[in-house]
C-alpha cells in the first residue's frame, strides 16, 4: 500500500462486526486516496484532485486522521492554481484546463478554497491556516459574488449539479 503517512486519530467501535468492517474499510480508502493529493478514487486511472470530492470529505478526513498538514501543503497547491479572477478549478493540480485557457470551476467544488481551511481550523486550532489561505478564501468568495445574478444566485455556466449527492 502506497499512501501519504498520517496518524489515525478517530476511531469507532460497535457491537456490530459488519459496521465495524465498514469503518475499516473506510480508513483504508482514505489511505488509497491521500497520496500527496486528496484523489477520487484510487482504482481507475483518473486519480485526480477533484476539489468537490474533498470539500464533502474534508471533516471525515480530518476526524480519521491526523491529515491537517497534508491538507494545507493541498490548499498551498489550490492556491497556485487559482486564477487570478479568484477562480478554483474542478482539479488540483489542475491538468484539465490548457494554459492560458480560463480555468473551469463550478459552485461547491471551488467552495473547497473557503470550507477546507475552516475544517482544518475547527478540526485542528491551527489559525495560521485562516491566515494563509485568507486571500484564497477571498478571491473565490469575490468569483463567486461576480458570477451571481440579479438574484443571488450563480446560475451560468455549467454546474454539476447532484453529480456528488449529499442527500
Wanted: glycine content about 8%; aromatic content about 12%; proline content about 5%.
Amino acid at each position: 500500500a502506497v499512501y501519504s503517512r498520517m496518524a489515525q486519530t478517530g476511531t469507532f467501535t460497535c457491537s456490530n462486526a459488519d459496521v465495524n468492517q465498514l469503518v475499516h474499510n473506510s480508513i483504508w480508502s482514505q489511505k488509497s486516496n491521500f497520496c500527496d493529493v486528496p484523489t477520487d478514487c484510487p482504482q481507475r486511472s483518473e486519480r485526480l484532485g477533484w476539489t468537490g470530492d474533498i470539500r464533502a470529505y474534508g471533516k471525515t478526513a480530518l476526524f480519521n486522521s491526523d491529515a491537517a498538514l497534508f491538507l494545507k501543503k493541498w490548499l498551498r497547491d489550490l492556491a497556485a492554481e487559482q486564477s487570478p479572477d479568484g477562480a478554483v478549478p474542478y482539479v488540483v493540480p489542475d491538468v484539465l484546463d490548457a494554459p492560458g485557457q480560463p480555468v473551469s470551476t463550478a459552485s461547491f467544488w471551488g467552495d473547497s478554497a473557503v470550507v477546507l481551511p475552516w475544517d482544518i481550523y475547527m478540526a485542528s486550532g491551527d489559525r495560521e491556516v485562516l491566515r494563509e489561505q485568507y486571500a484564497s478564501m477571498k478571491g473565490w468568495v469575490e468569483y463567486m459574488t461576480s458570477q451571481a445574478g440579479e438574484n443571488g444566485l450563480w446560475q451560468s455556466g455549467f454546474q454539476y449539479g447532484d453529480w456528488l449527492g449529499l442527500d
